[in-house]
Every structure is written in C-alpha cells, then in structure tokens.
C-alpha cells in the first residue's frame, strides 16, 4: 500500500477523457494517470506515483524547508561533536608527562 | 479447523499457522531464477542421479583431465524472451555466457558447440540477425563455433528460440580461481553498474521508454580475466560472473561454497541512476537483478587497488569498485552495512523477484 | 533520485538517530502499520540502531499478508479457468491459499499475469474480447483510488469482459482494535504516509485524543522514518498525544480530495476479515452494487467458495504484533520464505520475511553471544 515514488511529469495529454502524463524516475519514463492531481499539476512539477497513478504533488517548498532544518540540525550537531573533541583533545594534553602520542 | 488437518502444521505450542505447507509437484518459474528453488532442485532431483567428483564442486564449468592435460567445459542455456531488447539479443548472450563461464574458471575459451531450437514460424530475419550476432560475438572472443544442431518444434513451444552453447577452454598453470581458495581478508570486487540486463529487459516488457536508455550489459569477460590472470596471478582467489539471481546470489554461492561470511558496504555497489529509478518503481532491489556482463572477484587484500585499476583499464570493466571484504564471522552469509548503521543480511530469494506494491 | 536520495544521507540518519537517543528519557514501544515502513526499518537495521530507546513492533500493514484465505481461495479457483485471465499485483503470486498459491496455478496451465497498474489489465481486457479478465483488487486505501479507477474507467468504455476480486482494508479500524485490546502496548503510532496521502489525517485525531496515543504520519526513506520516531518520542517525553506530520512533501489534512470521492463513488465500508487477525467491522471496502457488473464475486458465483480461519494463530500474534518474528517456534525453520507456513513470511513486506530476509543476522549473532 505504500510503494509510491517521486518523479518529473515531462508530459500532460489527455487518453479518451483520461488525463495522462508521462514521468521521468531518474532516466526512466512511464505513462502515468494524472487524475487526481490535474488540478494542480504541471509539467515540471514532481509527483507521488503509486501502481501508475500520481496521488500527490510534490510540495517542493516544503520538502526545501524541512530537509534544510534537518541539515543545519546535522551541521550543527557536526560542530558540537568537533568541539567536544577538541575540548577532550585538549584535556588530555597535560603540560607534565612524557609527550609524544602512544 | 477442518481444513487445515490435511497439511496444517502443529507448532510446538499447539497453534496452527493459516496456511498449510504447500507441496510442490511441479516445476515452477521460480525453480529457474538461480534463488533457493533452483538449488533445492538440483540438489533433490539432479545431483543425486549425476553426482561425480568433476561435478560436485558446482562451479560455473567443471575441469576434467583429457590426455593428461585439464580442461575445462561448460553448458549454459538461453530462453530470453523477447529475442531482442536494447544493448543485444540472445545470440550474444549465448556467447558471451559460455566464454564467461569459462573464463571465470580461469580457463581461456577456445570453441563452442551451438544447438538451436527453432519455434515454427520463427522470420529469417530475426534468425539472420541473431546468428550474425553469434558471429560477431564468437569472432570477438576468438573462439570457434566447431559444431553444432539444429531443431525445429510447434508454433507456441520455443518462445522463437532457445539456444544452447557449450565450450571447452584451456586452464592456465598455477591460475584456478575458486571458492575454497577465498581467505577472511579478501576484497570483494565488482567489475561494474548492476542491474543493467534484467531492467532492459523488464523494461521492454513493462513498456517503459528511457531518457538514458537502460541497455543489457552483455559482455565477454574474459579480457579482463585474462589481464586480473597476467598482472595479478594466484592473488585473484574467486571469479564469478553475476547472471540470474543478481549479484547477491553470486556471492552468497561463493560466500556458502567456501565457508566465509562476506561484509559489503552500502552505497558503495555501483546501480545506474536509470537501472535504480525503474527498481525503485517497482519495489525491486538491483542487488537480485540479473547482470550478463559483471563478474566478482576476491582478490588477497593487498592487491585491491591494483585489482581495480587493472579492470578500469577495460571499457566494460571501468567502473570496478571495492565493495566489500570476506570475513571470518558468520560463516556462508553475506552481511551489508546500512548507512543508518545498522546490518542487514543479504540472503538469495526462493524464487524470482517479484514487483511489489508496499 | 530527487525527493528520495536525498533521505537516506546516512550522516543526518546519524544525526537523528542521536537526536532520538538524547530525547528519550526511557524506552518507548511504537508501531508501524505499513509493510513500506516495516521494509525500511528492518532493511536499515533501524529498530536495530535505536534499541535502547524504542521498541518498535510492527503492525499489520501489509495488505498482501492480511488478505483473508477465501480471497485466496477465490482468486486460485477463478486462475484455474480457462476462459480466465487472471491479473494481480506481483507480491500476490506467493501467497499460500489453502492448497496452493498462484504460481503453482500458472504451472498447472492457468493465465496468470502481473500487472504494475490497474489499467494495465482493463488494457488487456480491452485487447482480449474473447476471455475474462479478473484484476485482483487488493490495498489499503492508497491503493483504491487506482482500483476504483479501473473499475470506473471498464464500465465508462464499455469493456464488458473486466472485473475485479475486490480485498480491500482501511487502517484506523485496524488501530482501533489493537488500541483496543487489553494487552496492547503500543504508546505511539507511525501514520502510513501514502495513506494518509489520499485520506488526509482526520480520521486519527479521534483515535489521538480517545486513546491518548501520539500519531505522526511518516514517509518511508530512512529520515523520513527517523524523523517520524522523533516526533512520536519528542510527544510522549512531553506528554501530549496530538497527530502530526511529518511527510510534510506529501501529505495535507484533507488528504486527496478527487481521489477520495471517486473511492466513495465506486466502493462502500463492509465488514472485513483480517488474515490470522479475525473479521474487524467495517475496516474494508466493497464493490457498491451498481458496479456489480464489474465484480467477480457476483459475475462468477463464488459464494460457494468458503476457507476457515483456525481461532488461534501465530501469524495472527505477529500481525498484531503481539510476538517478534524470531519468537514464533517455527520461525526460521519449518516456515522460510522459501517454505512459508503462513502470509507474514510470503511478501517481502510482511514482517517474518522482512526479519527472515534482513534482520535474521542480528538475533543470530545475539545468541552466538561473540
């Protein structure tokens, strides 16, 4: 019930009343049924493709916004984990002993 | 409950499963797609009844002495339908399989003998085109077609053609790359993209166009062999080509045949973007989908880069990559590492991959 | 891949994952009820990853697996019909019915095709004037709209020799019940992202506020699924049990508006087995009667078709997720997904074959004790 995918509608025409797309799923076409999302779907437009029907358009600006605050989360955890290393770095760096790493 | 007394199991705590065992008296797709069918089958109907000390190691040809020298010899049978699909036709399959065969050996291929079975109604012109295709092929790999057969049966029972190639190849001294020769230790490496072949013919099936036209990678292997053979010798201690079953059955064969356990990386098995967006669309994973033009090696862990960098030299091995190491731990099973860090464990499939909707 | 790659950086699942195991306080159970986002999770080795924090048990969503045995029963017999060709999603053809499965039906001679969409096969319907042909209709309600579709679409072009064996079930009945059971355990649920896609997520807020449970609806990527446990943990830590959304790239309150209405239009709510589960009311969806042309039920008498459930069942206890995989005694040995006992090991969704194909390394390594 959830193998639905992303791809890029290259083309809108209509089959018998149908209307019908053609997407792109990196380098692969298929003729797509772009009926539920006709009113809202252009070429360009990226959808949810599941058993060949497009269920959803893609909110691009969404998927931007969240994956944005997941990677600032990421960049931020990056430089605590740095700091942390560098803190325990330098308290292991005693100014007494033999030097030198092991 | 009376339905389920004829065949329902009864577990240990005395619960019955919904769905009795079902026993199979028939042969099925499935027994033909490389998985766990196809083993069992040989395994309880054909090496009891053929079982020999040439045969049972059950590698991709088998060495037999002749007059003092080993040769090798092997069969392999093609049934692909449509007869002809992007990057090929069954005509270089029925090559490139035998010679690759042979070559993952370790044995140079010198002749083939081809056998035909023609489906009534068949056009000279796919016919033509198939067999200029064995030539073209053969001539390539300089091998000879020295013998051969033809048949001809009904309309409706040969899907146009099958073919049969067998080959005979001459073995190199000191170079007889097998599973038992594998070490804890050993690189895995993959000679290119997967997935190539059984998409490109999916995709004529399920009708789909391509952008980056999704093309089969059959291929003759047995350069690049031959090359691993000259710079590398006894370091390359495993070859096999990944065909039916995909890569994951290659490996889990070898990885059972000789008692490792293997340890690939995510991400770093090469998928073309075409190949990886039509599994995605069909819920299909390219680590099962059938290759005619990739092998696998397992080389002494000291020569890996070399290894790759010798495959990169050849157009159909330019993408080689390490993708793995054999190791000591769980013995016969093939473990991937997930980018989230976690494992998974890549096992064969009973049967053929199927399209799935979840 | 656009809008899918991008969710399986393996460095920001690491950072999820450290997000969630500094969030919670203690360890949480959740449950999935999507075979999808079983499939990530054992494939990833996620619940693997995050143990110490959560359990997650996974509940019955694979429509494959829950597919009552008549169904089976039904869909093999019209199979076995000369003048039948038979069309089916692909996970179907491995389901074990009472005597054999799909595949063995096509050895013995039945036309037995996989379609990848509905419309495929009224295609073939349309081509074929002179056989039947019978789409197996199976899905949740993300699947229905494409279903109701190929029903619509045969009766609009007058393709007379097309119908359907219609098995659908809907989710939220499905949680109810095991909200409703008294050993249930489950704290917070995943919302299955392609449903809620078409239905929206209206129908949860009840279950949210009557059962005091969070639910976030979760894509199926690898971040998607991290971020969706998040959330849920992030809710219980703080103690509130709201519906949330995380597949913000897909999913809108309302849901798809023409997609459910055209659903409405063409099915109505029934009473539906559950495979190993038992009959849950009201949790599937049936042909309305004006389509009855269209049903196979009806077009080629199958009431005489009958297949008992046993009472007590261990795929039953897996579905609900009452016991892991590896608990069942036959897990693994007599039932493999080479030799399946019961649905849960047949498609690569349900989760015995999931644990069976993917997770089945770690229990072993955990009882070699290295």
Known sequence: MCLGIPGRITEIRDDAGLPVGVVDFGGVRREVCLAYVADEISVGDYAIVHVGFALSRVDEAEAHRTYEILREMGELEELEFLKEAADAAASVEAPSGDGGPS | ?358 | MKYLTEYRDPKLARTLVRRIQAVATRRWTLMEVCGGQTHTIVRQGINEVLSDVVEMIHGPGCPVCVTPLEQIDRALHLAGREDVIFTSFGDMLRVPGSECDLFQVRARGGDVRIVYSPLDAVELARRNPDREVVFFAVGFETTAPANAMAVWRARELGVDNFSVLVSHVTVPPAMTAILDAPDNRVQGFLAAGHVCTIMGWTEYEPLASRYRVPIVVTGFEPLDILEGIWMTVRQLEEGRHEVENQYVRSVRREGNTPAQELVEGVFQVVDRGWRGIGVIPSSGLGLRPEFAAQDAEKKFALDGIRAAEPAACLAGDVLRGRIKPFECPAFGRQCTPERPLGAPMVSTEGACAAYHNFGRFRQEAAAGGD
């Open chain 2, 1 to 358: 409950m009376a339905a389920f007394t004829e065949g329902g199991r009864s577990l240990a705590s005395g619960a019955v499963c919904p769905a009795p065992r079902n026993d199979q008296e028939r042969v099925q797709l499935g027994h033909g797609s490389g998985g766990k069918m196809s083993a069992r089958l040989l395994e309880e109907r054909f090496l009891p009844r053929f079982g020999n000390r040439h045969l049972s190691p059950l590698g991709d040809g088998a060495v037999v002495p002749v007059s003092g020298e080993e040769i090798v010899i092997s069969t392999d049978s093609f049934v692909v339908s449509p007869l002809e699909f992007p990057g090929g036709n069954i005509g270089h399959l029925a090559v490139h399989g035998t010679v690759n065969d042979l070559a993952m050996m370790g044995a140079d291929p010198t002749y083939l003998s081809a056998g035909f079975i023609l489906e009534e109604g068949l056009s000279f012109e796919v016919l033509d085109r198939i067999l200029d295709a064995m030539t073209e092929a053969a001539d390539a790999a300089g091998v000879a077609v020295v013998t051969g057969d033809t048949k001809v049966v009904d309309r409706g029972k040969a899907d146009g053609m099958f073919i049969n190639t067998t080959g005979v190849g001459m073995l190199h001294a000191g170079f007889r790359p097998n599973p038992q020769g594998v070490c804890p230790g050993d690189a895995v490496v993959v000679s290119g993209p997967i997935g190539r072949h059984g998409m490109a013919i999916m995709a004529v099936r399920e009708g789909f166009a391509f952008d980056a036209e999704i093309r089969s990678d059959s291929a003759n292997l047995a350069p690049v062999v031959a090359a691993l053979r000259r710079d590398l010798g006894g370091a390359v201690h495993c070859l096999r080509d990944a065909t039916r079953g995909g890569l994951a059955s290659a490996l889990n064969e070898i990885a059972s045949a000789s008692g490792v356990g293997m340890e690939l990386e995510d991400g770093r098995v090469p998928v073309p973007e075409p190949v990886a967006g039509a599994c995605e669309m069909l819920g299909l994973d390219p680590l099962y989908v059938a290759n005619e033009g990739v092998l696998v090696a397992m080389v002494a862990a000291e020569v890996a880069q070399k290894a790759v960098d010798i495959l990169r030299n050849h157009p159909v091995a330019a993408e080689a990559a390490v993708i793995g190491t054999v190791v000591e731990s769980h013995p016969g099973m093939v473990v991937l590492l997930t980018g989230v860090g976690g494992t998974r464990v890549v096992d064969t499939l009973p049967g053929d991959q199927l399209p799935r909707i979840c």
